[in-house]
């Protein structure tokens, strides 16, 4: 498989990508995995949902990647009261001059942090759909755009837990991939329990790049060679999780895009400037679980949908090389 070499810009994309790697686990211990998956969506332009019970560390993640890049960030801290305006902004009548003049609201950042994103409503959660989608926002008729490069990172609890709504299908499909925690091992507990005992490591992070920088690094990404093979690969993929009769609904074209920007970024970050079926196949499960709705059949046999997808990829013909 040849490829258009890309050179610097991806020794450049290595070494700012490992500076930022690096001082969020010197906030998040024994993370790698989900570290990498962070930069990885970040670098694809999409948005992550951290999912997970409460105190694993989903908003240290979310905090820790937004003070190692030095640009604007912002918090939303969703609850039942939260309103859309609240996380859009507002146009308020000014009365020195005599006109309505719009006040942004939180979302008009780099990277935005969505603190328990379920505990809002579905109407306040929709309020993000414009903004994750088309990087703009529509108040009382006028668009405003946001800046670039922008990423909502939300964290939730299970559906299970007390106060939470459900995310609606049109919100889950927004963000390219979801992540559990899970909880740490006993040694990156001890190590936490000395570390962060006496102060918060987020206190001593310093920015490590710029957005500029990762702006540059994005651009590098979609330079990133999709052979049609693997194109169509992806499609097969995605398109198995629509003719399942374990999933009543299968993932959206949109997840197909997803898919093929984050396997650029995983490509990338190995160091690759074209991308093979395991970038697709490693991505599979936290870029399209989240979208897909079990039958009745596998919910009675406890069938998940990151399991149907896992067998769905060992089904799959892979592309042979060429």
Request: contains cysteine; glycine residues 6%; aromatic residues 4%.
């Amino acid at each position: 498989m040849s490829a258009p070499g890309l050179g610097g810009p991806l020794d450049e994309l290595a070494d700012t990508a490992r500076r930022i790697h690096d001082a969020i686990e010197s906030v998040i211990e024994g993370k790698s995995a989900a570290v990498r998956l962070t930069l990885t969506v970040l670098l694809a332009e999409g948005h992550l949902l951290i999912e997970d019970v409460p105190g694993v560390g989903k908003t240290m993640l979310a905090k820790a990647l937004a003070r190692a890049i030095d640009c604007p960030v912002r918090r939303i801290q969703f609850t039942p009261d939260l309103l859309p305006s609240d996380i859009t902004g507002v146009s308020a009548y000014n009365q020195q001059l005599r006109e309505f003049e719009f006040k942004p609201g939180p979302v008009f950042a780099n990277i935005v942090v969505g603190d328990e994103i379920n505990r809002a409503s579905p109407k306040t959660q929709s309020a993000l759909l414009e903004c994750m989608e088309e990087h703009q926002v529509t108040v009382d008729g006028v668009t405003y755009e946001l800046e670039a490069p922008f990423m909502v990172i939300a964290t939730q609890n299970p559906i299970e837990m007390e106060g939470t709504y459900p995310l609606p299908e049109a919100q889950r499909d927004r963000f390219t991939a979801r992540i559990a925690m899970g909880y740490p091992e006993p040694a990156a507990e001890l190590e936490m329990l000395d570390v962060h005992g006496s102060s918060s490591p987020l206190d001593k992070l310093q920015p490590v790049a710029t957005s500029a920088e990762v702006y540059r690094l994005i651009e590098a990404v979609r330079g990133v060679y999709v052979a049609p093979g693997i194109r169509r690969y992806a499609i097969d993929l995605v398109t198995a999780t629509r003719q399942t009769p374990e999933l009543r609904l299968g993932a959206s074209p949109r997840a197909t895009l997803h898919l093929v920007r984050a396997a650029r970024a995983h490509a990338a970050l190995s160091g690759r400037d074209y991308v093979i079926p395991d970038d697709l196949q490693d991505l599979a499960v936290p870029v399209l679980a989240h979208r897909l709705l079990p039958s009745s059949e596998a919910q009675a046999g406890r069938r998940h949908p990151e399991q149907v997808v896992v067998d769905l990829v060992r089904r799959v013909p892979v592309p042979e090389r060429s």
